[in-house]
């Protein structure tokens, strides 16, 4: 069980570092490897509660990362370039 849990937090935090390095997010790399091990775990206990998920833990921490960064409202930000040209406008 707790191989499983480590290898669950290793798979989020890389599917987490490579979602902002292709520029699927642009959350920071910081935020989204947080999202990212935020979700597994959640849907790690849920499975281990429910035995809800698919049969190979791996394909469940990628799913569940992948999963989280879509669910996180963080694509609706302003952005910081322009938050900073509004600042000089006035």
Same mark, same amino acid.
């Given at each position: 069980?707790?191989?499983?849990l480590i ?22 790399i910081?935020?989204?490897? =947080?999202?990212?091990?935020? /979700? +597994?775990? &959640? ?8 035995? %809800?998920g ?7 921490a =990628?799913?569940?990362?992948? /999963? +989280?960064? &879509? ?8 952005? %910081? ?10």
């Amino acid at each position: 069980m707790f191989p499983v849990l480590i290898g669950t937090v290793v798979i989020a935090g890389i599917i987490g570092y490579a979602s902002e390095r292709t520029g699927f997010t642009r959350n920071g790399i910081l935020p989204s490897i =947080i999202i990212c091990i935020g /979700g +597994a775990f &959640l849907f790690y206990f849920i499975q281990i509660m429910f035995h %809800v998920g698919f049969r190979s833990p791996g394909l469940n921490a =990628i799913l569940a990362s992948v /999963g +989280a960064l &879509l669910v996180a409202p963080t694509r609706y930000r302003p952005s %910081v370039r322009r938050d900073r040209r509004d600042r000089r406008e006035r």
